[in-house]
């Protein structure tokens, strides 16, 4: 009995076998031999997992497939087994990712109790975007599983933010929405579930995204950052990439590979486990950021994250964009004027139908969403908390913007259904 009091235990040596829990950035514990085993640990892990997608893959090829193999989205253990999940998938030719955000209290469904209420606008390198941080050097990425979810009431942000900084900045190469399964727009939130495709939020904003991004409106940017750590490295028993490493370090100096806050906002971020790789790049990013207005440029000159105002401006030849938390603002784009009114939040798209740069399309979908809500729904004042989950049918918000063309004049608008048919007659303009 007796004793100081002090918490101990990450000087106390195990022997059993290592949880999740223990693979954190900076190691299991202050002993270094404890973090040698929890390394020798992983590795033997990782080996065997490697080794099993390796006969997986050789036996589909001896089989005749020609196709692009992938391993597994799920990840195994915490921070510190992080590059030797990377390490085991590049096994194979596609690395693929699952990411998620929103949700509340209901976990798979819709329940009255706590919001996720943060907006992906709030964070710089956090949410379903992080994800980007795992792109492999020289291997395809793709998200085969995402969504932001009800109840969040800012989830029309994400796809246009996936399709902008995802597949043009980034360059990702193929996604999935989770998930697709009606076969109509449902009523409000859908059975009450938390991942359902087929609403306006994602397939309402698909038909402009989608354009956008096979036609490749927004370029690839530049490599902001290479990050390359050797074999070995990845098994120190803690993550090398925050904490550092021998190989780590820009420049193969040795050291943490630290990214400047919201690199991939400015370009591609790449990373990758191996023997003789060069050593680590980092570009100069400081012309891309503005500290008085607080604005992260991407390296194209496209794409604008008003870090401040919660707001990014897209700005290609064919598809300009304004999303987020815009009320009261104005911003001008390299073909419009938008001026927005009351409307808290919103995402707004303006894309080219007939493939000529905004400024001189005679064709143009105008795609406006803000905050959706099921009859009945009722938040706290604070929105962390849903009171009441209602009903059917949903109620979209409308979206006050005045949108003036900068040169030329609009013809005629036409309202449609979110199906894309016309409704009534033609819209009052200026």
């Not at 994250?305 to 009320?327: K, L, N, P």
């Not at 059917?392 to 006050?400: H, I, K």
């Amino acid at each position: 009995g007796g004793g100081s009091g002090a918490d101990d235990s990450r000087d106390t040596p195990r022997r059993g076998i290592s949880g999740a829990w223990e693979m954190q950035a900076d190691g299991p514990s202050r002993t270094p031999a404890e973090s040698k085993r929890l390394g020798d640990f992983i590795r033997f892990l990782a080996e065997t997992q490697r080794s099993y997608f390796e006969r997986r893959r050789d036996a589909l090829r001896a089989h005749g497939y020609d196709g692009l193999t992938i391993s597994t989205a799920w990840q195994a253990g915490g921070p510190a087994a992080h590059l030797a999940n990377l390490w085991t998938d590049d096994a194979m030719d596609v690395i693929d990712r699952h990411a998620y955000f929103g949700g509340g209290a209901g976990g798979h469904q819709v329940r009255r109790g706590d919001v996720n209420s943060a907006s992906h606008l709030g964070t710089l390198d956090g949410g379903i975007l992080a994800r980007g941080y795992e792109q492999v050097e020289g291997k395809p990425f793709m998200l085969s599983e995402w969504t932001q979810s009800p109840p969040n009431e800012w989830k029309a942000e994400i796809a246009p933010l996936v399709a902008f900084y995802g597949f043009g900045l980034g360059g990702w190469d193929a996604s999935t929405h989770f998930s697709a399964g009606r076969a109509d727009l449902g009523g409000g939130w859908p059975d009450e579930d938390s991942y359902v495709t087929e609403t306006p939020s994602y397939i309402g904003q698909f038909p402009a995204l989608a354009r956008a991004v096979h036609r490749g409106d927004f370029m690839h940017g530049p490599l902001i950052a290479a990050r390359r750590v050797a074999t070995d490295d990845a098994f120190l028993g803690l993550d090398a990439l925050s904490q550092g490493a021998p190989s780590g370090g820009w420049g193969g100096g040795g050291g943490p590979l630290a990214l400047p806050l919201g690199a991939q906002l400015m370009g591609r971020v790449t990373v990758k486990v191996g023997d003789g790789l060069a050593p680590s790049t980092l570009g100069d990013v400081t012309a891309l950021v503005d500290p008085v207005r607080e604005i992260i440029h991407s390296a194209t000159g496209e794409l604008a994250w008003h870090v401040a105002d919660s707001v990014v401006v897209a700005d290609s030849e064919r598809t300009q964009a304004v999303i987020g938390f815009a009320a009261n603002t104005a911003f001008t784009t390299g073909a419009f004027e938008v001026a927005f009114g009351e409307t808290t939040f919103a995402s707004l798209i303006l894309t080219s139908l007939d493939d000529a740069p905004l400024a001189v399309s005679r064709r143009v979908l105008v795609t406006a969403l803000a905050r959706d809500r099921q009859t009945g729904a009722r938040y706290s004042v604070n929105r962390r908390f849903l009171e009441a989950v209602g009903g059917p049918p949903l109620l979209m918000e409308p979206v006050q913007a005045r949108i003036r063309l900068r040169s030329g004049t609009i013809r005629s608008a036409r309202a449609l259904r979110p199906d894309g048919v016309p409704v009534g007659g033609q819209v009052d303009h200026d």
